[in-house]
């Protein structure tokens, strides 16, 4: 059994009588090599761009969502929100209502959508971290404020420095159409801008922050609200968060659902995982490319060797030896590509991820290029590499055999 492999070492580190043989071989340890590297490298950025997105969505997602099942709105009412209340894990819950209505300011019109908060969502939101101008504030004394997003903000001219209010418009619920007189048909209210944050593209482009009451005053509701949104301790993991929702699901029955925070945006974090995919096969195709190198280089061992394979097999050696010998010879060459390129990956990978050496250009969230390195992403890079090196190595060696 150690037989074919010694051979095969023999073979690897041996001198041919054709230098050419020995370049290629180099050729393509170097090239499995790089392209291990990059796949580790690319997979850990994907990585800390992905944790990224997902800590900024955090900010405008809860960990666990309430909506009704059927409709737009409910009230929050029951011993079920009480039991919530006292879960030793679940810092706040919130209230809010949401709606897509259309705003202007200052002559300037456009269609936003409005979420209405109350004071606890005001106090413990970690947006306010996030904020490019002015302050999160949703109530100066009786005056109502708003939070708007970057993008809209720009596109609207808002600016929390002017006295000028946001005119909030939404067609009357509980009114008949007018043709007379359309514009008594629709509701409206006006809120002061207090600050502009910045979030993601897609959140910065549509969304404005104001108070729960004024909303309700616009869209003709008493006490319903379209979620209850409750956000847990930081720690907490996904196990917890699966039995809190669990139990509250159980408790609220069918006509409720409750969301953790992949539901609720299950679109965006179901391409995110679908585009890891994508990179992973389009660099593995790469290095199929690349592994053909080692298809020449032993084809052409194999050919060189011929008068040995002759030698071997008078000697008694059967057709499974000498298969294993050669498949083994240019199956090392791609471990040796492999095991460099690992060490190389990870190695670029940690001092990225710990000292940010390489930086974003412009006025990015992060100085650094973020890089998180996963060691289920180094496994799956082995596996994949060394499968296609195994593979590669067998084609020249199935041939040969075959015509014998």
């Known amino acids: ?55 900024m969505m955090s900010n405008v997602e809860p960990d666990l ?19 919530i209340y006292d879960q030793s894990s679940v810092k706040t819950i919130c209230t809010t209502l949401q709606e897509q ?22 106090e413990e939101t970690p947006l306010s971290a996030h904020m490019t101008d002015g302050e999160f504030r949703l109530n100066k004394g ?11 903000a720009y596109e609207m001219g808002i600016n929390p420095r002017f006295l000028s209010p946001i005119e ?68 907490n993991n996904t ?3 699966n039995r809190l929702k669990k139990e ?29 995919a994508a990179i992973y096969m389009i660099l593995i195709f790469v290095i199929i490319i690349i592994a053909f190198n080692i298809f020449g280089s032993l084809s052409m061992l194999i050919i060189e060797k011929d008068e040995d394979i002759r030698t071997l097999c008078s000697l008694g050696a059967t057709d499974s030896l000498i298969k294993r010998i050669f498949i083994l010879e240019g199956w090392m060459i791609s471990l040796t590509g492999l095991a460099a390129g690992v060490i190389l990956g990870t190695a670029f990978s940690l001092l990225q991820q710990h000292f940010g050496f390489i930086k974003m250009p412009g006025h990015f969230i992060v100085q650094a290029y973020p890089i998180i390195l996963s060691w289920s992403d180094i496994l799956l890079t082995i596996a994949g590499v060394a499968i296609i090196g195994y593979l590669i190595a067998l084609l020249p060696v199935n041939r040969y055999m075959n015509r014998r």
Do not use: C
């Not at 051979?7 to 580190?13: D, N, S, T, V």
């Not at 009786?142 to 809209?152: E, H, Q």
């Open 168 to 235: 909030i418009y939404f067609p009357s619920r509980t009114g008949k159409v007018s043709l007379v007189n359309p514009a008594s048909s629709v509701e409206n209210i006006r809120v002061w801008p207090s600050g502009i944050f910045s979030v993601s593209s897609e959140v910065d482009a549509e969304l404005m922050i104001l108070p729960i009451e004024k909303m309700r005053e616009l869209l003709e509701y008493d006490d319903e609200v379209t979620a209850v949104e409750i956000r847990l301790h930081e720690g």
């Open 239 to 241: 196990r917890e968060i």
């Open 248 to 276: 509250i699901s159980e408790r609220l029955g069918p006509d409720f659902k409750v969301r953790d925070r992949f539901e609720q945006n299950e679109g965006l974090y179901k391409m995110m995982k679908y585009e890891k």
């Open 142 to 152: 009786d005056v109502p404020m708003a939070v708007v997003g970057a993008a809209l």
């Open 1 to 55: 059994m150690r037989l074919a492999p010694f051979i095969a070492k023999r073979y690897l580190f041996a001198k041919k009588s054709h230098n050419v043989i020995n370049i290629i071989s180099t050729i393509s340890a170097i090239g499995m090599a790089i392209g291990t590297a990059a796949l580790i490298i690319i997979l850990s950025i994907y990585n800390g761009f992905d944790s990224l997105i997902r800590s």
């Open 101 to 122: 209505v259309f705003i202007g300011y200052e002559g300037r019109q456009s269609i936003a959508t409005a979420k209405g908060a109350d004071r606890i969502y005001e």
């Open 65 to 83: 969502m309430i909506t009704p099942a059927k409709g737009k709105v409910f009230v929050p009412e029951g011993d079920t929100y009480d039991w």
